[in-house]
């Protein structure tokens, strides 16, 4: 399965951008992808706050056929992305429900999925934020970044194009799913 790719400099949400792709194309598979977000969205309405030089992206695909809960599809996804962060530090990464991962007691990485339907099709958003270069100040979560971790500066389109990489080569299988495209 491949993504087509939307790119932008800025978006208010990459969430709600990939949601007005949906109901403007017929794309069943897409990645958002941005620069910079003016109005990220966080777990429970909260804001995410979204300092360029991190990963801001949002996948959408039809849910349909898949009959997993949210709950599991978060931690699949979770999963994803802690393969994708561990090709670049070597430190143990855990998974703090509903949605977020941690490295050394602290974020850098948040999760937010919402399903939606539009002309009796089910699908699924799943945006991302990895802290890449920079540690936003949350109140009482501490964060981190993979510069801060690695004393490397990170490219940005590399990160991007392995975690496309790995969505496209393990969402089938992990949905256990048979689809044509």
Sequence with gaps: MKFKKFKFKKVKSTNNTAIRIIKKTNCKYGMVISESQTNGKGQYGRKWISYKGNLFVTFFHELNK??????????????????????YINKKIFYKKPNDLLIEKKKICGILQEIIFIKNKKYLITGIGININKSPYIKNC?????????????????????????FEKNLLKMYNLEVNN
């Design 142 to 166: 501490p964060t981190t970044n993979l510069n801060e971790l690695t004393n490397k500066h990170m490219k940005i389109k590399e990160i991007e194009k392995s975690l496309k990489q790995i």
């Design 66 to 87: 898949i009959k997993l809960s949210i709950a599991t599809i978060t931690k699949l996804n979770c999963l994803l992305i802690k393969k994708l962060i561990s090709k």
